[in-house]
């Protein structure tokens, strides 16, 4: 089952439209009333996500589920939106370094808007550019992300980071996987692009 697409924003009135979808979602997938919960817990972390990005970010949200009871979340934006905010979250500190993500959501919403920005170059540079962990490998491809090509899951990123344990410097990142309500409930997080187009796939089997 797939839902109609509808567009979010930082938007209140948006963000509260997307609940009451998610809850209509639930209702048609059958979900219990906890898993129901858990479900809006990712949509809401995801939205929170969105206005972390910029105030005026446009996307489309919408779900899609089998009889399995797996469910994914999917948002998604295109590389024509808002370039000027774009390039304002990816300008350099006062420090002369790139900002690090503060949190695991916020590292995801750092990731789509420098993707975006990135369109057009090799995923090479873009990788190297945003984080040696987590990124996919050219030519792998990651069931249930459809028509878009895997950059980077949390699948992989957790096991990078347990294959770099004894890295210090990864302590925070450990951090913040365990305060991730994302990380801790979702099976997996996938960022994926085809042409001017980034989509981020939250999937959770209830």
């Known amino acids: 089952m797939v839902s109609d697409k509808f567009m979010v924003n930082s938007d209140a009135q948006r963000m509260a ?7 209509d979602f639930a209702g048609q ?5 906890r898993d129901t919960l858990r479900l ?27 009889e399995s009871g797996a469910c994914e979340i999917h948002l998604q934006a295109t590389a024509d939106m808002n370039a000027g905010k ?36 090799t995923m090479g540079e873009y990788s190297a550019e945003v984080s040696k962990y987590g990124v996919v490998p050219q030519g792998i491809n990651t069931p249930g992300t459809y028509d878009i090509t895997p950059i980077w899951t949390l699948r992989q990123y957790k096991s990078d980071l347990n294959e770099n ?14 305060k991730s309500i994302v990380a801790n409930l979702a099976d997996d997080v996938i960022v994926g692009v085809k042409g001017d187009r980034i989509e981020l796939v939250i999937s959770k089997k209830f």
């Open 17 to 23: 439209a997307a609940q009451y979808a998610t809850e």
């Open 29 to 33: 997938a059958r979900l219990s009333k």
């Open 40 to 66: 809006g817990l990712l949509v809401e972390e995801t939205l929170g996500m969105v206005k972390t990005m910029v105030d005026d970010f446009y996307g489309q949200l919408w779900f899609v589920s089998d």
């Open 86 to 121: 774009r390039n304002e979250l990816l300008t350099v500190s006062s420090t002369g370094k790139n900002a690090a993500p503060r949190g695991f959501m916020r590292m995801l919403g750092d990731m789509l808007t420098g993707t975006l920005s990135s369109i057009g170059r």
């Open 165 to 178: 344990r004894d890295d210090g410097d990864l302590e925070g990142a450990f951090e913040d996987l365990q």
